[in-house]
């Protein structure tokens, strides 16, 4: 990939939060997941594990990484085509819950955004 690139993809990623830009459940579930990941990195690094994220985190489907156990959690911790930290892990499989519930109450997570 190359910088010009990347920057394109950082810009992407830094706005996508924006209900007009990106409505997908799928969308917003995956940033919120790399979004998490980045938190004290840059987003270089994050990008360049998207994929490894994609295949850690089931397509991003949040119904299966809510349903993630401490199993599932430690095999996580030795894939090493993610960011191995515990708590970043912990936040996604949460955040994968909230997401739900936050489906729940709003029908849909871009309208709670």
């Known amino acids: 990939m190359s910088n010009s690139e990347i920057n394109a993809l950082e810009n992407v990623v830094s706005t996508i939060f924006l209900p007009e830009l ?4 799928f969308t917003l579930f995956e940033f919120l997941i790399l979004e998490g990941a980045q938190a004290g990195l840059s987003w270089t690094t994050i990008l360049n594990r998207r994929n490894g994220y994609r295949n850690a985190f089931c397509n991003f489907d ?5 349903k993630f156990n401490q199993k599932d959690i430690k095999k996580l911790l030795n894939n090493d085509s993610i960011i191995r930290n515990k708590l970043k892990i912990n936040s996604a499989v949460n955040n994968a819950k909230q997401f739900i519930q936050i489906q729940k109450e709003f029908g849909t997570f871009d309208k709670y955004l």
Do not use: P
Not at 22 to 25: T, W
């Open 22 to 25: 990106c409505n997908s459940f």
């Open 62 to 66: 949040v119904n299966a990484v809510s």
